[in-house]
């Protein structure tokens, strides 16, 4: 469990240094070098650099896995991105109880960057940390368009998705553990989220699979819906 102590939102958002990777989130103005907003990754935009950001993505996700086929890719880069926006504001809700707005216009993302995906945040404006807003910023905001964006290029199901970001919300919780408890609970009810799986204590299973057992050398994981990597079509785990 990790012990917070609330401190004011800073425009650094510094306190989330000490959560790890995943939780940080570098502010700020940047001229120079500047990566694509989310905003037009998820409008299937094109940048000078990348292209089309998430086929990029995708892509680069694919040759790092050695992904048999690229919608297993998509899922885990979609899963991965999830995780950082549930973290970012899970953990800011815990240590600032109050969340940034994470406007996918503000939100820049380098989609050539490892893991955890690089995040940078243009401008810092408080938001209430309740579980209404925390949805509209991050399913409402992101998850969905991102979701449309994927989908567009690849043959991915909505309920895995779904199943993903539920997922990566109860391991960003399971980080920071009590601060984050009620507040996850709340977002696993909403519309989106709900019937993902089921969540006891701070176990989750989803009734769905990301794909990960697919990959070379790869199995199934600690909440997926399957004990043991399936046998049968591959088709068997994309809901």
């Not at 997922?167 to 709340?186: D, I, K, M, N």
């Amino acid at each position: 469990m990790v012990l917070l102590v609330f401190v004011d939102l800073d425009p650094e958002l510094a306190a989330l240094g000490a959560l790890g990777g995943f939780f940080v989130l570098r502010t700020g103005s940047r001229e120079s070098g500047a990566p694509p907003t989310l905003a037009l990754a998820y409008q299937n935009g094109s940048s000078v650099v990348y292209g089309n950001p998430i086929t990029f993505r995708v892509e680069k996700v694919a040759h790092s896995l050695r992904a048999p086929e690229p919608r297993i890719a998509a899922s885990i880069a979609q899963q991965g991105l999830a995780a950082r926006l549930w973290s970012v504001m899970l953990g800011c809700a815990a240590v600032y109880g109050r969340v940034p707005d994470l406007d996918a216009g503000l939100l820049r993302w380098d989609p050539d960057a490892g893991a955890p995906d690089d995040l940078w945040l243009s401008e810092v404006r408080p938001l209430s940390a309740d579980a209404a807003t925390v949805a509209d910023v991050v399913l409402h905001g992101h998850l969905e368009p991102l979701a449309a964006a994927l989908r567009a290029h690849y043959r991915i199901a909505p309920g895995l998705l779904w199943g993903n970001a539920a997922s990566a919300l109860v391991g960003a919780a399971r980080q920071l553990g009590a601060p984050a408890r009620a507040l996850t609970a709340e977002l696993l009810a909403h519309p989106l989220l709900a019937g993902t799986g089921t969540l006891t204590g701070t176990a989750f299973r989803r009734r769905s699979c990301c794909l990960y057992y697919r990959v070379p050398g790869g199995g199934v994981c600690g909440d997926c819906c399957f004990t043991r990597p399936p046998r049968s079509s591959p088709r068997a785990a994309s809901g």
